[in-house]
């Protein structure tokens, strides 16, 4: 199914229903997210980490290689969902690499 912003009402079809099965997730748990340490168990497991925050205009124009600092946005950003994937402690002190999705 096309992802239309502007038709949020329409689902997706029995077909394509279908074909999402297999990529249901069975399980869920709570991380203590400001625990680093809990976090890269959850990844070296293979389980990704969904979080929220809140972000400025840099964060959603960064690019590749970008380390974004909240402290130097606009605090009046907005919400913004992300899936912590890996992590690499051999890059700027701690590195983590994030699958983000912007909305429209």
């Known amino acids: 199914m096309p992802y239309d912003p502007n038709d ?8 394509a229903r ?4 297999r990529f249901r997730i069975d399980t869920w748990r709570q991380v203590n997210v400001p625990d680093t340490r809990e976090l890269k168990v959850h990844l070296d497991a293979g389980y990704p980490v969904l979080f929220g925050a809140v972000v ?5 124009q960064a690019g590749r290689g970008y380390l974004w600092d909240a402290s130097r946005g606009d605090p009046s950003g907005r919400g913004h969902a992300m899936v912590l994937v ?3 402690d051999t890059r700027r002190g701690e590195q983590w690499t994030r699958e983000s999705q912007q909305a429209a």
Do not use: T, V
Not at 8 to 15: A, D, I, K, L, T
Not at 18 to 21: E, I, K, L, S
């Open 8 to 15: 949020y009402r329409r689902g997706p079809s029995p077909e």
């Open 56 to 60: 400025d205009d840099g964060f959603l």
């Open 86 to 88: 890996g992590y690499d």
């Open 18 to 21: 279908a074909a999402a099965r």
